[in-house]
C-alpha cells in the first residue's frame, strides 16, 4: 500500500522527486485493515440502481491503489494494455501480481486507474453468480470540484477514506491524517462526516454530502480473467432439454444422418491435427492432456503469436528505463499499419533528449527524430520507434 500525493506539493514542501512526473511519497505506516466501508458501499450501490445498473461487488478501498496515469492512446483496448507498464514506476509494493483497471478520463489524456492484486481480487469474486461490477469503496467519495488542491473525506470508526482533486485516493487511520495532509503541501480539505477525529480543520459537508459520481462506476476490476459469464437460468435450461427432446423424438432420422456426417468430419479433423501434432512435435498425439502438449510446444520453442503494439512497447519501456527520471511522454501514437510507434518525448534540457534517443539505437530499434525545440519548461522532440526486423 502506498499513498500518491500530487495536489499542493512543492519542493518547499517536501515532495519526493523534484521531476515532472507524479510525486509519490512511500512511508511505513500501520495497515489498514481489507475491510469495505458499509455507508459507502451503500453510496455506491445506490448509484449504480439509480442508473439502472448491476449491484456492484465492493472491495475494501485498502485492498486498491487509485492512481491518475497519462495515458495518451486512442483507444481503451490500447489503454488498458499499456496500462500495466505507465503504472510500473508508481507501484511502491511490487509483491504479487498486480491486476490493472482503466477507468474514466480525468482530463488531458490522463485516466483514473485501480491496482489490485490478483490474489484478493480472485477472493473477492470466488461463487459471486451475480454479474455486478467491482470497484474500490473510496469510489463512495467523489473528487472534489475545485480548481485548488483538495480532497474529500469520509471518516469512519478510525479510517479516514480519501479522493484528491485528481481523482486519486487513498485509505488511512484517523491519527494519520495530519501528517499525510502537511506533506502534500496542505491542500482543503473537504469532510462528507463532518470534524475528523483529531485531525486538521475541515469544511463540514456532513448536512449535504455530495452524491457519488456516475462516471466512476464506468472503472471495473471485474475483467479478463475475472469477467462474469453469464449462466442461463435453471428454468431456461429445463425448456431448452424439453424442446430439444421433443424435437429430437419428431426428426430422429435425420440427427442419425447428421451425427454419422459429423462424427466422420470430427474423426478427419483429430487426422489432421495429429499430423500437425507430429510434423512439429513428434511424439505428441490429440489424445494427451492439454497441459503436456502445451509443456512439450514450450519446450520445443513453438513459435507465439505476439501483439506488435505491446512487444514494441516493450522494448522501449526497456531500453527507456534508466532515463525515466529525466524525461516525460507528451503524446504517444501506434500506428499498426507501419509498425510505428510516435513519441512526443519532453525533457528540462536537450541532453537527456539525446540520451533516450541514444538508448532506443542501442536497444536495437530504427529510431528517427526530427529536431528538437526549446520549450518554456525546456525541450522536447518526436521520434519515431520501429521495432527489430
Sequence with gaps: MFTQFDDGCSASEGCAADTPSRALVARP??????????????????????????????????????????????????????????????????????????????????????????????????????????LPDTLGIPKPVVDKPAWNLWEAEGIVHARAADGTGFVCHADELTALWRLAGKPDLYSLTGPVTNGPAVVDLSHQPPAVDPDDLLLDLRHGPYLHRRRAPRRVLRLAIAATFVAGFGHMSLLAANTRALTQIADDRMTDIATQLDHHAPGLSPDQPLRLIAAQFARNGAPRQQDPFMTILAHVSQALKPQLGMITFRELRYGAREGVLTLLVQGTEFEPLQAAEAALMAAGLEVTSGTATATDGGAEVLIQVRDRP
Excluded at 39 to 44: C, V
Excluded at 55 to 81: D, E, F, M, N, W
Design 29 to 134: 505506516r500501520r495497515a489498514v485493515s481489507p475491510s469495505v466501508a458499509a455507508a459507502l458501499a451503500r453510496r455506491i450501490t445506490d448509484c449504480a440502481s439509480q442508473k439502472n445498473r448491476p449491484t456492484p461487488i465492493v472491495v475494501p478501498g485498502a485492498s486498491v491503489s487509485l492512481l491518475s496515469v497519462a495515458l495518451p492512446l486512442k483507444s481503451h483496448r490500447q489503454r488498458a494494455r499499456a496500462a500495466t507498464f505507465a503504472v510500473a514506476g508508481q507501484l511502491c509494493d511490487t509483491t504479487g501480481n498486480a491486476h490493472v483497471a482503466v477507468g474514466p478520463c480525468l482530463g488531458s489524456d490522463r485516466y483514473l486507474v485501480a491496482v489490485c492484486d490478483d490474489a484478493v481480487l480472485a477472493e473477492v469474486v470466488r461463487d459471486r453468480a451475480h454479474p455486478g461490477i467491482v
